[in-house]
């Protein structure tokens, strides 16, 4: 069953209305199949996240485990979130589900070797701090260090900018 979806209009100039919802819907009717594709999961989710928080992180969370074409579309999920302008005020349940989809993705990456996871969980750091566990944003990105450092030609810089960054989730500063 399709749940239907609702919510008042924020901005007229808004792609993500509910109308955009209601086109949405209207696909899904008539092809099932398609609820949680990437690109309907993406439009889905972004529009969710401006209209109502609560039933895009439902909606998110059956997007990380709803197998797709070759798996579940779990990159709509984090990039919608990455994705989001700063002006729409993300709920710190939202970056749970990011932090969420990245671990994932990354458990179930089948070439790990080949994907830059110290990104991801130096993107899961900042989504943990902004949702205020601290803990996990240390963890997190303790690992992307961790990771960073096993690479045989890792910039300093880079390694330097995370490492400031863990002193920021460490000490409890705000993200800039």
């Known amino acids: 069953k399709i749940p239907p979806y609702s919510a008042p209009r924020r901005n007229a100039d808004d792609q ?3 109308d955009a919802l209601f086109v949405i819907n209207s696909i899904v ?4 199949r398609l609820q949680y594709a990437p ?3 993406y439009q889905t989710f972004a529009a969710l996240l401006r209209t109502d928080q609560q039933k895009a992180c439902e909606y998110g969370r059956r997007v990380i485990v709803t197998p797709t074409y070759t798996g579940p579309a779990i990159e709509t999920i984090t990039d919608v979130i990455e994705w ?3 002006s729409v005020k993300l709920a710190p349940e939202v970056y749970l ?3 969420e ?3 994932t993705f990354i458990d179930n990456f089948p070439y790990a070797e080949d994907i830059y996871l110290q990104d991801q969980y130096a993107q899961m750091a900042e989504w943990y701090a902004r949702a205020g566990k601290k803990s996990k944003a240390v963890r997190a990105q303790q690992k992307a260090i961790e990771i960073l450092k096993s690479k ?5 810089d880079d390694l330097a900018g995370y490492e400031s960054r863990l002193r920021q989730y460490k000490t409890g500063h705000p993200l800039k």
């Open 39 to 41: 690109g309907i999961a």
């Open 29 to 32: 009717t008539a092809e099932p």
């Open 16 to 18: 993500y209305t509910p």
């Open 152 to 156: 045989k030609d890792f910039s300093a």
């Open 84 to 86: 989001t302008p700063d």
């Open 97 to 99: 589900l990011g932090a």
């Open 101 to 103: 989809a990245w671990q």
